[in-house]
């Protein structure tokens, strides 16, 4: 395909058009109803049968598709005739997937992109240009912060982190017209809660557009559109999966600005997501509310006993009143999530051999999974920002964050005492 080409590229809102498709790529049409609850929609909405009348959505593992004759391909391009093209341009599978995000996010399109920070990089390079100001919380996961930090300014975007908790530091680098504004709630890694209501309508006083990274909250436990945010991207291979499997992500906004902004970018940039990734995360959405509800009691749980266990430093869980960030999460958030943070003493050694002793929780830098999973974020996803900035963020060498999964409580909290027991006493 030819850039030339590109722009006559329709977006599917829809994938059925009888009158110029062959049997192969009809679909029936899912009218999702307005009383549908979450946990219906996870399994109904955007819902497609080809005419075979499948169960499981169908998955089409194919680069390109094929026309009944040359007038439509000519057709299909100038943009008479809606027809599939090219799977990094459109793929059905993926607009089903696309179509259920939009759904459960309450948002009027979505573009599912290859990975988590593919979503991220091109919500942000799609939308900003040389000269433009980006406002961005200075909370942000390590790779997140990198594009901020180093990439955009290379593009002649100037570049602006704040303390996502100070309103104030918000406004006073949002009393110049700026861009667009990154943030995360709850932050990766140090689940700090940003009010997003409030940064927004000071974004918007601003001209920026608001993006808000929701990965740690999913979309079950927070609604960053209902908050005044103009755009939500997601990490697709954490909660969305959750099974460590697959990798990708989704932009979920405006229809028009989807269309016009970000749609060519992804398309023209190559940023797709595979079908068969697609096929798996459509039946990763059919248990996500399980998933995630089971994994914050766990998380829950565990909190409260590394809250009182010898050697805990400190311990931050958005559900716990504890959290600096309390009444916030409760206005904002509809449940504490399946992420802890933690401290223990003895920094980075006290922190090695915490996670050394688990026999059961494993050591990974990936989270929202099923297994348990803990990290150690100074010399892992926040090694590369650098001592100064980690310790303006509360990133100490003892921070351990911890991903809970579906295991039994009482196993984890077993295993963690083996963690306790292994911290270096004084």
Known sequence: ???????????????????????????????????????????????????????????????????????????????????????????????????????????????????????????????????????????????????????????????????????????????????????????????????????????????????????????IYQKPLELGADVVVYSCTKHIDGQGRVLGGAVLGPKEWITETLQPFTRNTGNALSPFNAWVMLKGLETLSLRVDAMTRNAAAVADYLAQAPGIVSVRYPGRKDHPQYELAQRQMSGGGSLVAFEVAGGQEGAFAFMNALQLIAISNNLGDARSLVTHPATTTHMKIGPEERARLGISDGAIRFSVGLEDSADLIEDLARGVAALPRS
């Open 1 to 219: 395909m030819t850039e030339a080409e590109t722009p006559h590229c329709p977006c599917f809102s829809s994938g059925h058009h009888e009158q110029e498709r062959t049997g192969y790529l009809i679909m029936s049409e899912n009218k999702t109803p307005s009383t549908w609850r979450p946990a219906t929609r996870l399994l109904h909405a955007g819902l497609e049968r080809t005419e075979f009348g499948e169960t499981s959505e169908a998955v089409f593992l194919t680069s390109g598709f094929v026309y009944d004759n040359a007038e439509q391909a000519a057709k299909t391009f100038t943009g008479e005739v809606e027809h599939y093209q090219y799977s990094r341009f459109a793929n059905p599978t993926v607009t089903a997937l696309e179509r259920r995000l939009a759904d459960l996010e309450g948002a009027e399109a979505c573009v599912a992109t290859s990975t988590g920070m593919g979503a991220v990089s091109s919500a942000l390079l799609s939308h900003v240009k040389a000269g433009e100001r980006v406002v961005a919380s200075r909370a942000l996961f390590g790779s997140c912060h990198w594009i901020v930090a180093n990439l955009l300014p290379r593009y002649g975007v100037e570049t602006v982190f704040v303390d996502g908790a100070d309103l104030n530091a918000w406004a006073e680098a949002l009393s110049k017209p700026t861009a667009a504004v990154l943030l995360e709630s709850p932050s990766n890694p140090m689940l700090d809660v940003l009010d997003i209501r409030a940064i927004a309508d000071l974004a918007h006083k601003a001209g920026a557009l608001v993006v808000v990274d929701n990965v740690f909250a999913s979309p």
